[in-house]
């Protein structure tokens, strides 16, 4: 199992736990929505995965290696065309300089962005700038993938691709990939299983399977995202004053 | 056949399904060769093309209504492809095409001119000496006396060659002073204030003392160059620092970078606008030290800087060479900003897609 979490807890200072006795295992090869609310602490919980922060309680086992990780603005770095900045995730990873220009464009080819490989960030629209950052994610050659709402600031047309993008590259490279989410459409539509966080403090209060089924019926997706709705709905409902 | 996915089956599970939000409109899609398509879920043709009559391109294709958001939306992966290059063409600026901008050199050009002409004006009239206001015209000659003498190229390159090296040494020592200053937090706290206070010192001030420690040699011009530029240099560059985006940091963690890498391959580089005007303040103060130190400090074996003949004009109270002097430090310090920093700058910034809608 790539990744156990076991009675996790967070807290930031003396405040009120942000996440509270979080359980979950997460299979090799498997695809996680993690779903929730504002303020559940669904990207902390990704942070502590990533090693970017410590959890103040209970026990983790994540891959010895580390994870790759990609941020919900493209975080790319705007000195750097899309192929350097590939590049460096490869160099920085140890790969030698010849090996680390081939690979790079395999990558970008494997996001369909074999053309674009020279332009600087600020010329790729928000959707290219997502597959630069997944193609760098991917150059870290981690099994684990971890994802903060990498679609979330993209438009709907371009978000429907990129789900349909993202399904096809997790199916070619066999990674393990959990995916953090305020969409129910969004997990539904990618994860295997989805898990939902209770907010304040975030807790693991329900989870879903989601079967190929669900990915060519869209009345039997929706259905399942109403469901999913509603008990998120609830969650909610229980912080109103 | 399960008719599931079948628009005329009137299953709550259908697509016209009420829990399907209207906002996501259903895009019309062959179904040749969805990426994992069970058998089971292909419909005919010809029970939807009543409802449907955009969708039958052929006979032999197969068409459904997909709901983008909710399942599959592409065919595969040649279809991925195809909508990805056609969004991106869409979604991508027309390259525009730079042209000269004539006003940028004609603009600065009037300005200079409506300014002598302002002087000249004024000397006209009479109101003070001649020998007190010179106007242009004197001024031009004594330029080309000082050339015919050869003491104007020797004092411009003199105070041109000292305060380039003094400058290019002073970046040497203040990168990776000010790059410690911004990683080490407990440095930077005890250094910070202190730093910051040798930035507002006027640099003239250390003259007197390196007279005393170095005599009237070279030593004390650098010497007052260095106490002028590097503190302005490390502020540039830690200010640099302090307005990278903390995300840089994270990816730098995450893909793995150690503390020296972080440093050169990530904090340098994106603190580089900061730095930039690091450098330019730096090669300003650089200059006016230099001169500073020039003209207090004359005799020895200091040579025959812009400075020196500044003083040496103050000496044989000629006004002509004093404004000589004061138009060449000038001319000197406009050309190096012309030059060096606004290329780079320039293209630093375009590189980045900083430049849109400034006034440059």
């Known amino acids: ?241 | 056949m399960p008719n599931n996915s079948s628009p005329v089956a009137e299953t709550p599970r259908a697509t016209e399904s009420p829990l399907v939000e209207p906002a996501e409109s259903p895009l019309v899609e062959p179904v040749e060769s969805p990426l994992v398509e069970p058998a089971g879920t292909r419909i005919s043709a010809s029970s939807i093309s009543d409802h449907d009559s955009a969708g039958s391109v052929s006979e032999h294709e197969e068409t459904r209504k997909v709901h983008a958001a909710l399942t599959r939306s592409s065919t595969g992966s040649a279809d991925l492809r195809e909508l990805e290059s056609g969004l991106d063409s869409l979604q991508s600026d027309a390259i525009r095409k730079a042209r000269v901008d004539w006003s940028r050199i004609l603009l600065p050009v009037a300005a200079v001119v409506v300014l002598i002409i302002i002087w000249q004006a004024y000397v006209s009239l009479g109101l003070k000496r001649r020998d007190l206001v010179p106007g242009p015209f004197d001024v031009a000659e004594q330029f080309g006396t000082l050339w015919a003498e050869g003491s104007l190229q020797e004092a411009v390159w003199t105070s041109l060659q000292r305060g380039l090296l003094g400058f290019l040494i002073s970046v040497a020592i203040a990168t990776p002073v000010g790059l410690l200053l911004a990683q080490v937090a407990p440095l930077r706290r005890a250094f910070g204030p202190l730093i910051s206070g040798l930035q507002v010192l006027p640099s003239v001030a250390w003259v007197p003392a390196a007279i005393i420690w170095f005599g009237l040699t070279d030593a004390t011009v650098y010497f007052v160059v260095f106490m002028g530029a590097i503190p302005s240099i490390i502020n540039g560059l830690i200010s640099g620092v302090d307005q990278i985006p903390p995300q840089y940091r994270s990816v730098g963690t995450v893909l793995g970078a150690s503390r020296l890498q972080m440093a050169v391959q990530i904090i340098l580089p994106a603190a580089l606008p900061g730095y930039l005007s690091g450098l330019k303040q730096g090669w300003a103060f650089s200059w006016r030290s230099l001169m500073a130190a020039e003209i207090i400090a004359v005799g020895g074996t200091i040579g025959f800087g812009l400075g020196s003949m500044l003083n040496q004009g103050r000496d044989l109270a000629d006004m002509t060479i004093v404004m000589s002097a004061i138009l060449l430090i000038l001319a000197v310090g406009i050309l190096i900003e012309l030059l060096v920093f606004a290329p780079i700058e320039k293209r630093l910034l375009q590189r980045r897609g900083l430049l849109s809608g400034s006034t440059r």
């Open chain 1, 1 to 241: 199992m790539p990744v156990v979490l076991e009675n996790l807890g967070k807290r930031f200072g003396d405040g009120a736990p942000v996440l509270d006795d979080v359980n979950a295992t997460i299979g090799k090869g498997e695809f996680v929505a993690l779903l929730g609310a504002s303020g559940c602490g669904k990207s902390t919980l990704l942070n502590i995965m990533a090693g970017l922060e410590v959890p103040t309680s209970g026990a983790l086992e994540v891959p010895s290696d580390g994870a790759a990780f990609m941020f919900q603005d493209s975080a790319l770095f705007p000195w750097l065309t899309a192929r350097e900045n590939v590049e460096l995730a490869l160099k920085l990873r140890g790969v030698g300089k010849a090996e680390r220009r081939t690979k790079a464009g395999e990558l970008l080819d494997l996001v369909h962005l074999a053309e674009a490989g020279d332009k600087r960030p600020h010329e790729l629209s928000g959707g290219m700038r997502q597959r630069v950052a997944l193609a760098r994610s991917l150059a870290q050659d981690r099994q684990l993938l971890l994802m903060d709402e990498p679609f979330a600031a993209l438009d709907a047309i371009t978000r429907d691709l990129l789900h349909d993008e993202l399904e096809r590259i997790w199916k070619e490279t066999g990674r393990t990939i959990v995916f953090v989410t305020h969409n129910v459409r969004e997990a539904v539509r990618l994860g295997q299983r989805v898990l939902l966080l209770s907010s304040r403090p975030g807790r693991v209060v329900q989870e879903w399977n989601v079967t190929e089924e669900h990915r060519t019926d869209a009345g039997l997706a929706g259905q399942l995202t109403g469901v999913i709705t509603a008990r998120l709905r609830e969650e909610i409902r229980r912080h109103a004053k």
